[in-house]
């Protein structure tokens, strides 16, 4: 039997198919509604952002590094326009080797472009812009252009370049400018400061170029463009243009650099001049010297060879680094403290025999047969060595580290530089630190002893031992050294002055000083290891010859600088400050293994300081003579208004185009002499002052010093737990290395 539809069941299962595809039509409505309500409402300004952010593309501009002049508006360092060939490799089609070897054909890329474009790839990101070729002529652009279409990833780019127009002068005090390094690239990301370095590509490396980083950069504009679908630009909406850097003007006089340089010639060595009265530096002299220009676009493999490999070291800046003995320019600092910690009266004197004897050791003085009766001043005037010896003996080697070390002795001076070394001022604290076997721990008495001449462990750097010196010279007031003099401000395009900061005020008693400071200015005068070089000076000086050891003489060895190797004769150093009775320079140098300071080093100070005073320059066979070397002639060019630059406050005119003038006649220069140049002093006239106070003299009394017994003092006062060698070797170095110390030279 036929079974009938049930019609009412399929009308329900209908039903329900329709209210289920109704549910479903509903629902994907509900989520489409939800969804646009959710894009278009609840985000629309973030997608409006992005949109707005695909369609405008933002295009840094780096801006113009700020000039660095001289104290007198020189241009030391500058920038020019040139184009640049620039790959960025995530942009090219093919291989990134066969677009190079189709650029060749076209403009002249050399196997070093090649090889510097590979070592920047490998430090750079693949979307970066790098160069491989620098400086295009106008020629090279045109050929390139017109096979642009050739090449896509490959631009021509109109750079910014930075110029050293002096070349080698000065260089270790302006530094220069290099590639952004992966290092400094990811510490420019972790700042604040990121995005202020988009789409710049150097950075300073060292110098002031290192240190003002943050003045001369300047701050980075931008472009918004309008870019279509594939990227490339449809429309400029609206340009911020870039902030240049800060210009710089320098402390330093260049013409000063430049004539101590000359005077060099091609000795090592180093100097630097101060000013007392506020610290500014006014040379910075480290030399050999090297061309900052080779660094900026990438030092090729030869040039980097010979300037890593020289024994000469030219990329060492001594003046920040280099470490030397102090020598007998240690004097007047122990003298001073000497006096002040009742080690010694001004009066106190004793027949010199030219030797100290000191547990059986005898430690010379240059003199054979010693220098008569000597008291303080002349001690400091002919270069006493067993008086200072004595001195330390009696003193200590802690007393000494204690007092020297307020004049900057091993410590960092605070200079507005980086990268300076403490060097080392020794003590019994320092050698159990740095020694690491026991025996070596121990402080002996004759450790001491070589302290008192300089020698010994005491190695500083020349900006330590100019500052001292510019500390004495103002009678204890000890600024931090500053080698830059103003900053431009850019809201009222004028020099804003940099003070620099007191770092310490050291208690000089007056007499005392004075004693310190007679006996400095009886330096260069008649009787005094420098007044062969001061002679008929037109101004007073006070000054400190040196030489400094580098290796010992044996007890029964002469030295004789014919049998002794170019690298281990003795270094010369003096230090001087004029016009002594207001002093307005302060200069300490080295000459490295030359011999006296009176005659290697002392001579190019007179010259100096003729120029600084008395605006005498010397004449190329005068600068021939001491140096042994021709000057290279160099063309200042001052800065002005097509560079933008405001007047440098205090700049003063080229001198005189006049020779110096023979020793003891006047000279025609129209520089004025400094009054208190022309109130010379004569030879021997100073007074001996006495120390005042009789609890300072009582306590100056008691030493272990027999003046009957010519040098020689009481066993016990030297032999007790001796278990080692009394007297160190001269530059002896501690077997563990720090790196603050600096390079021992």
């Known amino acids: 039997m036929t079974e009938l539809r049930n019609i009412e069941r399929e009308l329900l299962r209908f039903r329900r198919r329709v209210i289920l595809a109704a549910g479903v039509v509903v629902l994907s409505f509900a989520l489409l509604i939800g969804r646009w309500l959710w894009l278009q409402v609840v985000r629309h300004r973030q997608f409006s952002t992005q949109a707005q952010d695909n369609r405008i593309a933002l295009v840094p501009i780096p801006p113009q590094r700020g000039l660095i002049l001289d104290r007198n508006g020189i ?40 090889r510097r474009f ?141 004539l101590i340089e000359d005077l060099y010639g091609k000795r090592r ?51 920040l680094r280099g470490t030397f003995p102090p020598g007998s320019t240690y004097k007047p600092y122990l003298a001073m403290g000497a006096l002040t910690d009742g080690i010694r009266t001004a009066q106190w004197s004793f027949r010199d025999p030219g030797y100290f004897l000191f ?52 410590q960092a001076t605070g200079i507005d530089l980086q990268g300076e070394a403490k060097g080392v001022l020794p003590s019994k604290a320092w050698k159990r630190r740095v020694f690491r076997s026991p025996a070596q721990k121990v402080w002996y008495p004759g450790d001491t002893i070589s302290l008192g001449i300089g020698q010994g462990y005491n190695t500083f750097t020349p900006l330590q031992m100019a500052t001292a010196l510019s500390t004495m010279a103002n009678q204890g007031t000890r600024y931090a050294p500053r080698v830059v003099r103003a900053v431009e401000d850019m809201a009222t395009r004028r020099f804003t002055p940099v003070q620099a900061p007191v770092a310490e005020r050291i208690s000089m008693n007056p007499a005392y000083w004075q004693v310190v400071h007679d006996g400095m200015i009886g330096v260069n005068q008649t009787g005094g290891t420098g007044a062969e070089a001061f002679k008929g000076a037109q101004y007073t000086s006070a000054g400190k010859t040196g030489t400094a050891q580098v290796f010992t003489v044996g007890q029964n060895q002469t030295y004789d600088v014919k049998d002794v190797a170019h690298h281990l004769r003795d270094h010369a150093l003096y230090v001087v400050y004029a016009p002594a009775e207001n002093p307005v320079i302060a200069l300490a140098m080295i000459v490295e293994n030359a011999g006296f300071g009176g005659v290697a080093a002392a001579p190019i100070a007179r010259k100096a300081l003729d120029y600084h005073l008395l605006g005498l320059y010397p004449t190329d066979a005068e600068i021939e003579k001491i140096s042994g070397a021709k000057p290279q002639p160099v063309t200042f060019a001052y800065a002005g208004e097509r560079e933008g ?15 110096s003038a023979p020793e003891g006649a006047a000279s025609g220069a129209k520089a004025a002499v400094p009054a208190a140049a022309t109130a010379a002093s004569a030879a021997g006239s100073v007074d001996k002052r006495a120390a005042p106070g009789a609890s300072a003299a009582a306590r100056a009394t008691p030493t272990a010093f027999d003046a009957d017994a010519l040098g020689n003092y009481p066993r016990t006062a030297c032999m007790g737990g001796l278990r080692a060698p009394l007297f160190t070797r001269f530059g002896a170095r501690p077997d563990v290395s720090d790196d603050s110390e600096g390079v021992r030279l």
Request: hydrophobic share 40%; charged share 20%.
């Open 645 to 659: 630059v405001p007047h440098v406050p205090g700049s003063k005119p080229p001198p005189a185009p006049a020779a």
């Open 75 to 114: 241009i030391l360092a500058n920038n020019y326009a040139a184009y640049t060939l620039e790959i960025t490799p995530s942009k090219i089609q093919g291989t990134l080797q066969g677009t190079i070897d189709a650029l060749k054909a076209i403009v002249p890329i050399t196997p070093f472009d090649e």
């Open 118 to 258: 590979n070592t920047l790839l490998g430090q750079s990101r693949r979307f970066q812009s790098l160069p491989i070729l620098n400086k295009l002529t106008d020629d090279q652009v045109a050929r390139f252009v017109a096979q642009r279409f050739r090449f896509p990833g490959v631009n021509v780019r109109a750079r910014l370049f930075r110029n050293y127009p002096l070349g080698t002068l000065g260089c270790h005090l302006l530094g220069y400018i290099g590639r952004i390094n992966q290092a400094e690239q990811q510490r420019i990301d972790d700042s604040d400061d990121a995005s202020n370095y988009l789409g710049t590509d150097h950075i300073g490396k060292l110098g002031v170029e290192q240190a003002y980083e943050a003045q001369l950069h300047g701050v980075t504009g931008y472009e918004e463009v309008e870019v279509n679908a594939t990227g490339r630009p449809v429309r400029k909406i609206k340009t911020v243009a870039a902030t240049p850097g800060q210009n710089l003007v320098l402390g330093a006089d260049i013409r000063l650099q430049k």
């Open 359 to 410: 547990a059986g050791h005898r430690f010379r003085d240059d003199v054979p047969g010693g220098h008569g009766i000597v008291d303080m001043r002349k001690a400091i005037q002919v270069s006493c060595d067993v008086y200072f010896y004595m001195v330390a003996h009696d003193w200590g080697v802690d007393g000494m580290a204690n007092y020297t070390s307020k004049f900057s002795f091993g």
């Open 269 to 319: 060595g180093a100097c630097v001049a101060i000013d007392p009265r506020n610290g500014e530096v006014l040379a910075f002299v480290s030399m050999p010297t090297f061309d900052p220009n080779l660094f900026v676009d990438g030092i090729d493999q030869a040039n980097w060879d010979a300037l890593n490999t020289s024994p000469d070291r030219p990329l060492l800046n001594r003046v």
